[in-house]
């Protein structure tokens, strides 16, 4: 069990057929209690459910602080200890770079980027007094390659900020044993992109993959609980890159 009585709290892991969930389940195999975080629409309380009945949802909105100061509150008071967080929470648009509008960027960098800030910030003061912790932060593929499959460019810079977030929290907090990585997802197959993706463009796309497939959630999710757990214990500050081989 990597994750043996660990407190991991998952941003976004509601959705039955997101990497979060998939996340979730993964943690809760490995010896973990789950806090599943996400909006109300998406019924986090109800994913907890499917864990089993030790996890716990809660509904929280990352682009407010005050909304996730208070969860990271109610998990310290339900379970004593936050030991994980993985910032999967995420919006994209597929837009041309003119077509962006305030509105659109602000939307796209508030879940992705304000909530990574947000969380991270809510859970750290518990991690430091604990002296040990482990974030996980969900970047994409895109921010890397410029421009995705799927999101527009504000999609990009906002993982490209989670990147950058993500590597300076890293060096600021390595002297209280809290490690934080970042994951970079190339295209999976989960609800954010379902219908996005026209079929006549699946060939050239699976061209760009020498695994030759999509990824599935699991893909991720196995990676994302290596970095959480004490496998990856000398790991801080590191992009592990989670696409088939898009990059090479
Ligand atoms: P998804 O749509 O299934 O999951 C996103 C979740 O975030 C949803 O449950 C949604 O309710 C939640 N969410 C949105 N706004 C929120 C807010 N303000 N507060 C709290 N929760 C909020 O999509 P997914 O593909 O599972 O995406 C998970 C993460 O992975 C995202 O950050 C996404 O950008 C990233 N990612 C996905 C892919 C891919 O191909 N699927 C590739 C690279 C990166």
């Given at each position: 069990m990597l994750l043996k009585d660990k407190v991991a709290l998952i941003t976004g892991g509601a959705g039955p057929n997101g990497l979060g969930f998939a996340t979730a389940r993964m943690m809760a195999e490995q010896g973990a209690r789950i806090v599943i975080l996400d909006l109300a629409q998406a019924d986090p309380a109800g994913a907890a459910?499917?864990?089993?009945?030790?996890?716990?949802?809660?509904?929280?909105?990352?682009?407010?602080?005050?909304?996730?100061?208070?969860?990271?509150?109610?998990?310290?008071?339900t379970c004593g200890r936050i030991d994980v967080l993985v910032n999967n929470a995420g919006i994209t648009q597929p837009r041309k770079t003119v077509d962006i509008t305030g509105a659109d960027y602000d939307a796209v960098l508030d879940v992705?980027?304000?909530?990574t800030l947000y969380m991270s910030q809510a859970v750290l003061p518990a991690m430091r007094a604990q002296k040990g912790g482990a974030i996980v932060c969900i970047s994409s593929v895109s921010a890397q390659r410029g421009g995705g499959i799927l999101g527009g460019p504000h999609y990009s810079a906002a993982k490209a900020g989670v990147l950058g977030l993500a590597r300076a929290m890293a060096?600021?907090?390595?002297?209280?044993?809290?490690?934080?990585?970042?994951?970079?997802?190339?295209?999976?197959?989960?609800?954010?992109?379902?219908?996005?993706?026209?079929?006549?463009?699946?060939?050239?796309?699976?061209?760009?993959?020498?695994?030759?497939?999509i990824g599935g959630p699991d893909d991720v999710a196995g990676c994302v609980v290596f970095l959480a757990s004490d496998l990856a214990r000398y790991c801080t500050g590191v992009t592990l890159d989670v696409n088939g081989g898009m990059l090479i």
């Amino acid at each position: 069990m990597l994750l043996k009585d660990k407190v991991a709290l998952i941003t976004g892991g509601a959705g039955p057929n997101g990497l979060g969930f998939a996340t979730a389940r993964m943690m809760a195999e490995q010896g973990a209690r789950i806090v599943i975080l996400d909006l109300a629409q998406a019924d986090p309380a109800g994913a907890a459910a499917r864990l089993g009945p030790q996890h716990i949802g809660v509904v929280a909105d990352v682009t407010d602080k005050a909304s996730c100061e208070l969860a990271a509150r109610t998990v310290l008071e339900t379970c004593g200890r936050i030991d994980v967080l993985v910032n999967n929470a995420g919006i994209t648009q597929p837009r041309k770079t003119v077509d962006i509008t305030g509105a659109d960027y602000d939307a796209v960098l508030d879940v992705s980027l304000r909530g990574t800030l947000y969380m991270s910030q809510a859970v750290l003061p518990a991690m430091r007094a604990q002296k040990g912790g482990a974030i996980v932060c969900i970047s994409s593929v895109s921010a890397q390659r410029g421009g995705g499959i799927l999101g527009g460019p504000h999609y990009s810079a906002a993982k490209a900020g989670v990147l950058g977030l993500a590597r300076a929290m890293a060096r600021e907090y390595g002297n209280d044993n809290v490690r934080i990585n970042c994951v970079t997802p190339g295209l999976i197959a989960t609800d954010i992109n379902k219908g996005l993706i026209p079929a006549d463009r699946m060939v050239g796309i699976l061209e760009q993959i020498p695994l030759n497939r999509i990824g599935g959630p699991d893909d991720v999710a196995g990676c994302v609980v290596f970095l959480a757990s004490d496998l990856a214990r000398y790991c801080t500050g590191v992009t592990l890159d989670v696409n088939g081989g898009m990059l090479i």
